[in-house]
């Protein structure tokens, strides 16, 4: 007779541990303390061995007994029990080190040692956290589209279409990593194309006209903030870099002698080499700024040298200015200089796309362009300052002051 639930629960621990058996080699042992713990034996090859089931009441008798028929069928399959308990314990192990979260973290830190952007690890960073809470405890290789496009839904119901889009793009190089490092069979993400709403596409607010951006550059000079402040909205309209290249810039980029700026690979969005000719007016820009330097970058942050200017420092000056948001952020300044440079007809447009660091699809026309329009480059980038100081107001151009930088 096998047993029951109201003769477990009334079982007593004695002096010595014993044994109330059930059925099938499953029994339950009492030991002197009172706790009770699911046992079973069986014989594998000979040998008696006692597989463990848990301990009551955590594991009742129902479930003690479903456990011990699935032992009993692996035995009538010719397998040992507990080999195949340990190995489910092992794939249990491992698919906790295979979690949503664990694989995303090995991803980051590749991408951090294979020299991207701070500012891209942050943004990756951020896209990821949306899909953390419902995902990251998950086995990577068990998450289905449905469970991806759920917490995408969320970040559509906030109307933020692009950065659900995104978020799908950067889950989905999480998979294919998963992919690659034999942790998941395929790519969930791929399934949800076009399953998400494309958001009407909006241009960056930009000044674009030469009456307007002229009005600009004289609010900044006429600008009362911090002095670093000032110097960068300065420089931004001559360079027209990236706000993050031009947040993330530091000295050690620039050859004063020669009158260029530099920015590594891993500083650009597509991960090549990037150079910026420097016009007079750019150099004697950054000579202003050269003997209160205290940082390695050009524009450190206010609040710590070691760090760079917040990325809402120069929106937020131009706000002060008198600029909304819908009329002009730091981003606008490329599109003012790509805007008015072809409208001058005068210089090549291929020459202003390698500017604006846009790579040509074809890699052959891309080797030729970087070295083939340097000259054009050069020249324009000289001949664009001269173009603002006259949209200023008619600025003398001042020559001299930048020399002083070419022994940094």
């Not at 589209?145 to 970040?155: M, N, P, S, T």
């Not at 790519?187 to 009407?200: C, E, F, Q």
Request: hydrophobic share 40%; aromatic share 8%.
């Amino acid at each position: 007779m096998g047993l029951t639930a109201v003769a477990i629960k009334a079982a007593k621990g004695r002096d010595k541990q014993y044994k109330m058996a059930d059925s099938d080699g499953l029994y339950l042992l009492v030991l002197p303390s009172g706790q009770r713990y699911w046992r079973m034996n069986y014989r594998y090859l000979g040998k008696y061995k006692t597989l463990a089931f848990g301990v009551w009441p955590e594991v009742d008798l129902a479930e003690a007994r479903a456990k011990r028929d699935e032992a009993r069928r692996v035995l009538a399959g010719g397998s040992d029990p507990i080999e195949r308990q340990k190995l489910e314990k092992v794939k249990a192990s491992v698919a906790a080190a295979n979690t949503f979260d664990a694989v995303a973290d090995e991803w980051l830190a590749k991408t951090e040692a294979s020299g991207y952007s701070a500012v891209t690890l942050k943004k990756n960073r951020w896209l990821l956290s949306f899909a953390r809470p419902a995902l990251g405890k998950r086995p990577i290789a068990e998450i289905s589209a449905h469970e991806l496009l759920a917490a995408l839904r969320k970040v559509e119901a906030r109307g933020c279409y692009d950065s659900a889009k995104r978020v799908r793009s950067t889950c989905g190089q999480v998979f294919r990593y998963a992919i690659a490092t034999t942790r998941a069979e395929r790519d969930v993400s791929a399934d949800l194309r076009g399953a998400l709403i494309t958001a009407k596409s909006t241009p960056q607010p930009a000044i674009t006209t030469a009456n307007e951006v002229g009005a600009l550059l004289r609010a900044i000079e006429g600008f009362e903030g911090e002095s670093t402040t000032r110097a960068a909205l300065r420089l931004a309209p001559h360079v027209f870099a990236r706000p993050a290249n031009l947040r993330y810039a530091e000295w050690s980029e620039f050859d004063f002698e020669e009158a260029v700026w530099t920015i590594p690979p891993h500083k650009m969005k597509m991960r090549e080499v990037h150079y910026v000719p420097l016009s007079r007016q750019a150099l004697d820009i950054i000579a202003s700024i050269s003997e209160e330097a205290n940082s390695t970058y050009l524009f450190p942050s206010l609040r710590s040298a070691k760090k760079p200017m917040s990325e809402n420092t120069i929106n937020a000056a131009l706000r002060r200015m008198g600029y909304a948001q819908d009329e002009m952020t730091g981003h606008g300044f490329r599109a003012m200089a790509t805007t008015l440079l072809n409208g001058m007809k005068k210089w090549d447009r291929d020459a202003i796309e390698r500017q604006m660091a846009h790579l040509d699809p074809d890699p052959v026309r891309r080797v030729y362009n970087r070295g083939g329009y340097w000259e054009e480059r050069v020249e324009m980038m000289q001949g664009w300052s001269d173009y603002l100081d006259e949209l200023r107001g008619g600025a003398k151009v001042i020559t001299g002051r930048f020399a002083k930088l070419a022994g940094r």
